[in-house]
């Protein structure tokens, strides 16, 4: 398979995929890529990850909590506001209809299983 093409898709379907993580449980970054990371096909690294965090969290859909750590910097922790709650909504809500769509389109056809 194209990787290009691959991360494209990836790309499409981040942002819902780490509003689900953060909206099981409070976490922080380095867990939301060990989680990607988890899942076939959605590996990611902490270079795309970040930054997404960080633009939800100052678009108002992540809340963040920084907790003194005493191995290193401060950890940053991200847990859905209100807003990040309705975006995962709206985004799984229109995922489901994609994923709806496109099997129906790729399922073999009627008469194609009677050849």
Known sequence: MDASWLSQMRKGVLELCVL????REETYGYA???RMGKTPGME??????????????NDGLLKLRIEKSSAGPPRRYY??????????RELASTWATIVGSVASLIE???SACLD
């Open 20 to 23: 689900a993580i953060v909206d």
């Open 32 to 34: 939301v890529v060990e």
């Open 44 to 57: 990611v690294t902490e270079s795309t990850v970040y930054p997404l965090l960080a633009r939800l969290s």
């Open 79 to 88: 847990s859905l506001s209100a807003g990040g709650k309705k975006r995962l």
């Open 108 to 110: 073999p056809a009627p």
